[in-house]
C-alpha cells in the first residue's frame, strides 16, 4: 500500500514560529568545507525560500588570506555543487553582496579587534541592529580561545531586554568523555548566559526526526500504545555506506561510539521514548529530553561485554568497489583498536519502558547509507491466525526512516484474497515526495532559521550533554578496562559482526535489514 503519487493541496497556516529578526551571522572556519558545502548554502536556501529577513549579513573567518570577492566566488562553487536547489543566477546576484571574509587565527587577540570592526562596518552599510550569531565550525581546543577573544574585544555581550543579541552555535564534538565536555561548557558558560549557547546535532533538524513528535502526539492511535505494554523492542540502525576515507585522523580519536552514539542516537531514543512535554516551550521539550537521560541504566564495568558490540571493518567489496580494511586505511595505526562499528542494548528504567530494550547500532562501510527508527510491537497470541509455531505471523512494525526516501511505514498483517484462508505483511508507506510533492529543508536550513529565531528546542542543553557523555564515558572505561588487543571483524559491504548478530539473536529477535 502506498501514498498517493499526485501531491496534497497543502493550505497555508499562520506562523507559529518567533519572527527571525535581522542578524549577522559571523562562521569561524568560514573558508572550510562545512561552511562552504553545508552552511552558506543552507543560508542561500533559505533566502530562496523567503525565510531569511530583509536585512541580513555573512561574515566568513578563517586562516586563508582571502577578499571577499575571492570569498563570494569560492562560496559560489560550494552553492552549485551542494545547495539543495539549483543557483539563480538572479537571486545569487541579490545574495552575494550580505558575504563577506576576514582572515585570523583564532588564537590571535588582534583577530578579535579586527572582527569587531568588520562586523560594525558591515552592520553599517547594511542597516543592521548588531544582532549576532557565532558558528564555532572549528576543532573544539579552540574554543577556549574564541570565547575569549569574543569576551575581550566586547562582542559576547550578556543578553538583555531591547537589546542586541549574540547568540553562539557549537558544533559537535561536544568533548570526547564526560571531563572534557565539561571543560568545554565551563570555557562557553563563562562567556555566554545557556539560554545564548546552541549546541547543534543537524539529525535533530532532519524532517523525519522532526516528525517523530507529531507521529506521537498528534496521532490518537499511538500514544495509547506507547509503551511495555505493547511494544516489543525499538532498533535505532545509522548506517554509513563509506568507510572513514579523508577522516582517518579525526575517526581515530573518536570511534563509533563518540561519534555517533553520544549525540545522534542518544537523542533519536530520548525522542522515542521521551513523555509528552505540556508545551512546545524549548525548555519544556528539553526537559523531557532529559528525563530519558536520567532513567538509561548505567553500562559499566563487565556489562559491556554483554551490552555492547565493538567491531571494526576488514577488507571486502562495497557498491562493487574494493574496500581495504580500516587498519589499512592511510593516517590509522596499524594496530588501532579504535571501533568502526557499536552495538548496544540499552533499557530506560522508568514505568513507560519496563523491559523494552533499545537496540542502537551504527557503523562505517556497511551495505547502504541510511538511518531509521524502528518500532517493533509484541506479537499477536498464539490462536486464530497465528496457530503455527513453526511459522509465526511477523510482527507490527512501524518504521520512520530518517535518509534516505525520508518516511514512516507501517506493517500490518492481509488477507491474501482467494478461496484460502492465507495471510501476508503489507506496509502502508508514506514518503514525504510523493505527499507533499517538495523536496524538504536540509537540517541545517531549519537549525540556523531556529537560532536566528531563538528557539532552542532542537539543541542540546548543558545537562542534557553531560547525561549523556556520562553514560558513554562509562561504557568507555569498561572498553579500556578490558584492554583488547584486537577488535571482531567483519567484511566491508555486510551488515556487522556476527557479535551483534548474536546479541538480539540470545533475546530471540534479529536486526532488520535495511
Known sequence: MSSPTTPVDIKPLPESVTPVEACTLIIFGGSGDLARRRLIPAVYNLLLDGLLPAK?????????????????????????????????????????????????????????????AKAEQVERSMQLPGNRIFYLSIPPSSFASVCEGLAQAGLATPPAPASPYARIIVEKPVGRDLASAQQINEVTGKVFDESQIFRIDHYLGKETVQNLMVVRFANSIFEPIWNHKYIDHVQITVSEAEGVGTRASYYEEAGALRDMIQNHLLQLLCLVAMEPPYSLDPNVVRNAKMEVLRCLRPIAGKDVEQYT?????????????????????????????????????????????????????????????????????????QILFNTNPAHPQPANVLTLRIQPDEGLSLRIISRVPGTRAQTHPVEMDFQYSDVFGRPSPEAYERLLLDVMAGDASRFMRRDAVEASWAWVTKILDGWAQQNARWLPEYPAGTWGPVEAERMVQNDGRSWRVL
Open 309 to 381: 558490540v565493538r567491531a571494526q571493518y576488514a577488507e571486502g567489496i562495497a557498491h562493487d568497489e574494493p574496500v581495504p580494511g580500516y587498519r589499512r586505511d592511510k593516517g590509522v595505526n596499524p594496530n588501532s583498536t579504535t571501533e568502526t562499528y557499536v552495538a548496544v542494548k540499552a533499557f530506560v528504567e522508568n514505568w513507560r519502558w519496563s523491559g523494552v530494550p533499545f537496540y542502537l547500532r551504527t557503523g562505517k562501510a556497511l551495505p547502504k547509507r541510511a538511518s531509521e527508527i524502528a518500532v517493533q510491537f509484541k506479537d499477536i497470541p
Open 56 to 116: 541580513y549579513a555573512v561574515i566568513g573567518l578563517g586562516r586563508k588570506p582571502m577578499s571577499d570577492e575571492e570569498f563570494r566566488n569560492l562560496v559560489r562553487e560550494g552553492v552549485i555543487t551542494h545547495s539543495r536547489q539549483a543557483l539563480v543566477q538572479e537571486t545569487w546576484h541579490a545574495f552575494e553582496p550580505h558575504l563577506f571574509y576576514i582572515q585570523g587565527e583564532n588564537d590571535d587577540p588582534k583577530t578579535y579587534s579586527a572582527l569587531r
